[in-house]
């Protein structure tokens, strides 16, 4: 399994990284990213920390921890710039907190994360056919959510991929031990959103694919 969509105690998770990343490798991991939630009130506190939880795990376990950030809530005309300044401070991964049906997210911001080049525009609720092609053009992923709430629109989400050729992931937004996935239920996640059966070894092709272009090499 690899989940580029994480929650640590830095930002609303319960777990420190360390118990989060050793849970994620006790039920098969290959990869996993720490993403907690930033504006900018705690973006220079939450990266620098990610960074060196990373650099140390690295050495020492075998789940590859890629450091990054998920822009939560950040007003679409601040969006652009606050992607340069999460990757100035190191971000290897830069997720954008999409239009999910279930928050009052600002519209506008899923074309902005694209328009800006997040990594991952996140659950990006009832997102338009022409912000799915800007994201196929751009080479930006859209998330398939293990989140509840999050999930209501993911068969939408898979439909406005398969239309527009943009690459999806699948990633479980994890905030809790339990919200970790099996590769038995990330099986029934994707198909749940309508995709066929088998098709969770392609979603985890695009999260590797995403991996190696930020330059991590993570193995099957």
Known sequence: MIDLHTHSLFSDGELIPSELVRRAEAIGYRAIALTDHADSSNIDFIIPRAIRVAQDLNQAQSVKVVPGVELTHVPPGLIG???REARGLGAAIVIVHGESIVEPVLKGTNRAGIEAGADILAHPGLIRLDEAELAAQNDIFLEISARSGHSLTNGHVARMAKETGARL???????????????????????????PEGSLDDLLSNSRLLLNKIGFSVTT
């Open 81 to 83: 710039p606050m992607i």
């Open 169 to 195: 992931v699948l990633n479980s937004d994890t905030h809790a031990p339990g919200d970790l996935m099996t590769r038995e239920f990330a099986s029934m996640v994707v198909e749940g959103a309508g995709l």
